[in-house]
């Protein structure tokens, strides 16, 4: 079992930034895939940016290419999401998810194919 908690979110105006980091209570967190989804209300979970276990390949959605960077630190278990540019459609609230398994490079775009979610953080940009 693993548990992820989320940190880092907060109110930010049209074109800030946040970092969003998430901790991961494993002693084999470089045995995991992560990845960044988002849940805006009304809408359906998904998918931001994934990292494979080493951090060698990384992956995101058209919609935040070039403004997000998801990293990790296998040393220390965390895995962070840096939003530069921020804009109002992106408000949302944010999980960090875990896949255990799978590709040693391979990144994941689809939340069935993760393990675990922490709860989120709420990330809200004012216009």
């Known amino acids: 079992q693993v548990q992820l908690v989320e940190s880092g979110g907060g109110l930010v105006q049209t074109g800030g930034s946040l970092r969003l980091s998430c901790a991961a209570s494993?002693?084999?967190?470089?045995?995991?895939?992560m990845g960044w989804f988002r849940q805006a209300p009304g809408k359906e979970r998904e998918f931001v940016a994934g990292i494979s276990k080493t951090g060698s390949r990384t992956g995101y959605a058209d919609s935040v290419k070039g403004r997000f960077t998801i990293s990790r630190d296998n040393a220390k278990n965390t895995v962070n999401l840096q939003m530069n540019s921020l804009k109002p459609e992106d408000t949302a609230v944010y999980y960090c998810?875990?896949?255990?398994?799978?590709?040693?490079?391979?990144?994941?775009?689809?939340?069935?194919?993760?393990?675990?979610w922490g709860q989120g953080t709420q990330v809200t940009v004012s216009s």
């Open positions: 494993t002693r084999t967190f470089s045995n995991y895939a």
């Open positions: 998810t875990a896949k255990v398994g799978g590709s040693y490079f391979g990144y994941y775009s689809r939340s069935a194919e993760y393990d675990y």
